[in-house]
């Protein structure tokens, strides 16, 4: 039996929305809406969906950067939700994350060096000494050399940015590494390499990852595990293979239908998604897909569909298997 690295249960996190002159609550934008799943240890789990699902919410949740409204979110058999900032603090040397703007995530200001020692001095790992030559280690470990460690960020392709990135979320030497977007803001000649790279680690360090995109493609080649967010809302969850070779819901077929085929002799129906995503402030009442589903019900107007394993392994959140 594979071991239980990471178990979310009823997550929740409501935005609220407040209006009038005395900015009273007037609702609430519900990003994420009560989901549950296991990530096990050694795994790929990855969450795909269109922006604004949720999936980026979810993952700076289980990081703690933001708190939940509600849910547990238990690692390692301990409960992050109500730690301390300091407990949280020390947690995070076993759970680090890559951002998906390497732009953005690294301190223009700061050398390489610094960037990639700031998490050993934190957790208060190794001498000045030892520090320097972890780094220089490091850096030959993502693909970078060791004299880039006095450079600046801004002295960096995007690629290799994201590879500094990468590095020095490995610098604790983590167990779970949660991936947001990481290669979406990259050329598609360097998402390849970067992919590549994250399983060679994977390998080499005894990573378990949480991959979130929306590129159900990228997602294909690294995950072992996908999971299918609409809306807030888990409506998928699967092997990797199970769910490209037989999705079961609708908005899962409908997302695969839409990823291209890199052959102009093959010719396939697409089944293109009529409207647009509904508002998460004013989701639909039951099946939160509905407003835009071809095998709409009566009672998926008004009954949210459970996450039911469907067959072994395979849990969908629909009411065509209810």
Request: proline share 6%; charged share 25%; aromatic share 6%.
């Amino acid at each position: 039996m594979p071991e239980v690295l990471l178990q979310v249960e009823g997550l929740k996190k409501y935005f609220p929305i407040t209006g009038g002159v005395l900015g009273k609550q007037t609702g609430n934008v519900k990003a994420v809406d009560d989901i549950s799943f296991w990530v096990n240890k050694g795994e790929t789990l990855g969450l795909v969906g269109e922006s604004g699902c949720g999936k980026s919410t979810t993952g700076r949740m289980l990081m703690r950067l933001i708190n939940p409204t509600e849910g547990k979110v238990v690692f390692e058999g301990k409960e992050l939700v109500g730690l301390s900032q300091e407990e949280m603090r020390k947690t995070r040397k076993d759970m680090q994350m890559v951002f998906q703007d390497p732009y953005a995530s690294l301190n223009p200001r700061h050398t390489v060096e610094k960037i990639l020692e700031e998490p050993l001095i934190v957790h208060g790992i190794g001498t000045k000494k030892e520090r320097k030559q972890m780094v220089k280690e490091m850096l030959e470990v993502v693909g970078l050399s060791s004299y880039h460690a006095k450079r600046y960020p801004h002295q960096f392709s995007g690629g290799q940015r994201q590879r500094i990135g990468i590095a020095r979320a490995l610098m604790t030497r983590p167990k779970l590494i949660i991936a947001d977007e990481p290669v979406s803001a990259l050329d598609v000649s360097i998402q390849s390499q970067v992919l590549n790279l994250l399983e060679d680690l994977q390998r080499e360090f005894q990573l378990t990852y949480i991959f979130i995109a929306h590129d159900l493609g990228v997602v294909k080649h690294i995950s072992d595990r996908v999971g299918v967010m609409y809306l807030g809302r888990l409506v998928e969850i699967t092997d990797a293979e199970k769910l490209y070779d037989n999705p079961l819901h609708p908005y899962t077929k409908a997302l695969l239908a839409a990823v291209p085929i890199p052959d102009p002799e093959i010719k396939r129906d697409r089944e293109l998604l009529a409207g647009d995503i509904p508002s998460p402030a004013n989701p639909p009442q039951g099946c939160a897909f509905h407003t835009r589903c071809k095998e709409c019900m009566e009672i998926c107007m008004t009954d949210r569909p459970e996450l039911k394993e469907v067959e072994p392994g395979h849990f969908a959140a629909c009411h065509l298997y209810s």
